[in-house]
């Protein structure tokens, strides 16, 4: 069973650190997307959202999951967790990076100052200084490689009786029109789709945002 284990060292994800250095590296963006998961505006007392971003490039895959959270006059707080992976190692990175901002008090029943939304508070919530408080943890999850022999075509489970029902419909249809075989339903055979890992096939990986 992959468990995720304490990060040794300094986070990695930070802009010295060795993935951190990779990701400003000028590379091509394979793919990329942005989702939104959850939005609610909190009965008009701030905001609460969900979004998640991926980013895959020739040398490595980064995934960030944030939940931002306003509450006008009250505080502004970011929760962020990045998965990164740099192609042909066997570790896969988790970085969680909880933050905080106390907001100044409402003033006639309105927020002080310029609305801080998820790209604002996150550039304020860069600061580590007071009155912002961070925590910041990294594990990393050891990839177990399958061996090249277990590669083989997946063995049918429910293929093999969808095929003999089907053959037996299918003759039962040509005795009842006198033994004709020509309009008998063809007999599809499975198909099986295999995908080709991107570097070397896992052999089982469940990844969440909690660790489980």
């Given at each position: 069973l992959a468990l995720w284990t304490p990060h040794k060292g300094p986070n990695p994800l930070r802009p010295d650190g060795e993935a951190?250095?990779?990701?400003?590296?000028?590379?091509?963006?394979?793919?990329?997307?942005?989702?939104?998961l959850y939005a609610d505006t909190l009965h008009d007392n701030g905001e609460s959202e969900l979004r998640v971003r991926v980013r895959v490039m020739p040398s490595c895959f980064l995934v960030l999951l944030r939940h931002h959270l306003r509450i006008d006059g009250v505080i502004v707080r970011q929760r962020d967790v990045r998965l990164f992976h740099k192609f042909g190692s066997d570790k896969i990175l988790r970085c969680t990076r909880t933050s905080s901002l106390p907001l100044p008090p409402l003033c006639a029943g309105r927020p002080v100052g310029p609305m801080v939304d998820e790209?604002?508070?996150?550039?304020?919530?860069?600061r580590s200084g007071p009155p912002c408080t961070v925590k910041e943890e990294a594990h990393e999850l050891t990839l177990h490689l399958a061996p090249q022999s277990s590669a083989a075509k997946p063995t049918p489970t429910a293929a093999p009786r969808l095929i003999s029902q089907r053959k037996e419909a299918t003759a039962s249809m040509s005795a009842s029109m006198g033994g004709s075989t020509t309009a008998a339903l063809p007999v599809l055979e499975p198909l099986?789709?295999?995908?080709?890992?991107?570097?070397?096939?896992?052999?089982?990986?469940s990844v969440s945002t909690d660790g489980r």
């Open positions: 951190g250095r990779l990701l400003r590296q000028r590379e091509e963006i394979l793919w990329s997307a942005e989702l939104p790209a604002r508070a996150a550039e304020m919530l860069t099986h789709l295999t995908a080709r890992p991107l570097r070397a096939a896992v052999a089982l990986l």
